[in-house]
Structures are given as structure tokens and as C-alpha cells.
């Protein structure tokens, strides 16, 4: 789930995270957790990539998740692609290499009683 992002000077934060703050950060924009999403995947021309190496693990065993924010530079809309990317490259110098883009997001994990063992079969 993304929980905060900030692209430009523009944040938004999920309203399951200002709860976990106990408050809104300064001049973000409070929206929940689909709105937040569908916001950066409709109002950007850029997507969110979610890739993990294995999604099933057994006792034990671990994986590599990636998280990238990926944008096509030839969209096939010239005004658009260029008013981002000159935006983006005046941004990053104008703010001393900040990055355009920040997010938070959170990484859930479910374990599946189904896939457990128990503490002595796992030793065994």
C-alpha cells in the first residue's frame, strides 16, 4: 500500500498513515489508500512496478522484492512527455539532486497456516 507519496512539491498521504501519525503532514493532501493509487497511475505518466523474486517462501527461505517508479519517456503525447521531463530535470537542479519523486509504502506479509511447520518438525 502506498502511504505517502510526493512528486514535485505535490503530497498526498493516505489517511490510514496520518492515522499512524497522529497527524496530516504540513500541506499534504489526505486521500485513502485506492485514491492515492489511482492518483499516481492516472495523473502521472509514470507506474508503480512491484517484483519479487518468489512470492512463496518455506521456513527459512527469503526473497528480493523491487519497487519502481517507471516512466516512459516516448508516451506518444510529446507535449506531455516533455513538459514532465522538463519539470523534472528543473526540479532536480533546482532542489540540489532532490529526488522528483519520494514515497512510502508498506509491505505486507502473510504467513499461511496451511505452508507452517511446527517448531520441532522445523528442526528435525
Not at 2 to 9: A, G, L, N, S
Not at 66 to 79: L, P, V
Request: net charge negative.
Amino acid at each position: 500500500m502506498v502511504k505517502y507519496v510526493r512528486v514535485f512539491d505535490d503530497e498526498y498521504v493516505s489517511s490510514e498513515y496520518v492515522q499512524e501519525l497522529g497527524s496530516t503532514p504540513q500541506g499534504a493532501t489526505v486521500l485513502t489508500a485506492e485514491q492515492l493509487l489511482s492518483k499516481i497511475q492516472n495523473d502521472y505518466p509514470f507506474h508503480i512496478n512491484v517484483v519479487t523474486a518468489q512470492a512463496t517462501l518455506g521456513v527459512g527461505q527469503s526473497s528480493s522484492i523491487s519497487i519502481r517508479f517507471g516512466w516512459a519517456y516516448e508516451t506518444g503525447d510529446d507535449e506531455t512527455d516533455t513538459d514532465y521531463g522538463t519539470r523534472a530535470y528543473d526540479y532536480y537542479e533546482d532542489n540540489n539532486g532532490e529526488p522528483v519523486i519520494q514515497a512510502i509504502i508498506r509491505i505486507t506479509v502473510v504467513q499461511h497456516p496451511d505452508q507452517t511447520q511446527t517448531p520441532a518438525a522445523a528442526t528435525n
